[in-house]
């Protein structure tokens, strides 16, 4: 991002209501394209997403949709400004976060992604989805209600697990369907309505690569914006089954040696972490094989 800052330092407000103190205001810049997807933050001519202050606005003449206030940051307070898509200055562009995965540290990605969150939330729920009246904004909570229904609507968060499965010195990747390169990764899946993030663990795995699994490791978890996820991050040891890919989901699947993979994840995402914690393990425990 251009401004040195510590996203250590952030104080994420769950509430809506902002400030009454004046301090100085940091802007992360989001365009809504005209069906409202919210799914670009403005990004410098480097690619570097910017976080702006009151100066970078008055260079931009498009029109502010809406504004979403997110907490303190180094002493600052952060906002989400929304635009529509139009026309900017040469040094700036609009760019998807995906494209920031190289770049940020996990702590930016994860403040990148909060604000596309707020902002997508926020056009979501336009409509009431019970009687399709139209929703107010909460006056304290950060919320959407339909005053009909007396119905809220919160920022929604959908529960994945994601998972490294091991054996020995191998660990199983796959190339998935929906990537758009080449490059190797863990196995994902979302949790369905009653069932347990271990359950999903195990039905997962089976499902996209026919492996059953044993033991499992809970290792962190990650919001992932890509719109509203969180991510669960396991530990899996192969327990039974030859590798048997749904063609649906995955390209191709195989056991790499833990020094010897393909093009993985960029280490701001939780699968990328899941690969370094296993490498750094196994390398303590085998430091012969270090060159």
Not at 19 to 31: D, G, I
Not at 127 to 137: H, K, M, N, S, V
Not at 255 to 265: G, S
Request: aromatic share 10%; glycine share 6%; proline share 5%.
């Amino acid at each position: 991002m251009s401004f040195r800052f510590d996203p250590a330092s952030f104080e994420f407000h769950a509430s809506a209501v902002a400030p009454v103190v004046s301090r100085n205001r940091r802007f992360l810049m989001v365009a809504a394209s005209a069906t409202y997807r919210c799914d670009q933050l403005l990004c410098d001519r480097h690619g570097h997403v910017v976080l702006a202050n009151e100066s970078h606005l008055q260079n931009i003449d498009i029109t502010v949709a809406s504004e979403h206030y997110l907490g303190v940051l180094n002493g600052e307070d952060l906002w989400v400004m929304v635009y529509g898509i139009g026309p900017l200055p040469d040094e700036y562009q609009w760019l998807g976060l995906r494209s920031q995965l190289e770049i940020l540290s996990t702590n930016e990605f994860q403040l990148a992604g909060r604000a596309l969150q707020i902002a997508q939330w926020f056009y979501d729920h336009r409509y009431c989805g019970r009687c399709g009246q139209e929703t107010l904004q909460d006056h304290i909570d950060r919320a959407k209600v339909c005053s009909p229904c007396d119905l809220r609507f919160y920022p929604r968060i959908s529960p994945c697990m994601i998972v490294l499965v091991t054996r020995g010195e191998e660990v199983l990747l796959a190339h998935h369907q929906r990537s758009s390169r080449v490059m190797y990764s863990t196995l994902a899946g979302f949790v369905e309505a009653g069932e347990s993030v271990e359950e999903c663990v195990r039905r997962e795995v089976m499902e996209e690569v026919g492996v059953r699994v044993g033991k499992l490791d809970y290792f962190r978890s990650q919001p992932w914006p890509f719109p509203g996820q969180l991510m669960l991050g396991f530990f899996a040891e192969y327990e039974a089954g030859d590798i048997r890919i749904d063609p649906t989901e995955i390209v191709d699947a195989k056991w790499f040696r833990y020094d010897q993979l393909p093009q993985t994840p960029a280490p701001a995402s939780v699968a990328g972490q899941l690969l370094a914690h296993h490498i750094e393990r196994l390398r303590q425990i085998n430091p012969i094989h270090q060159e």
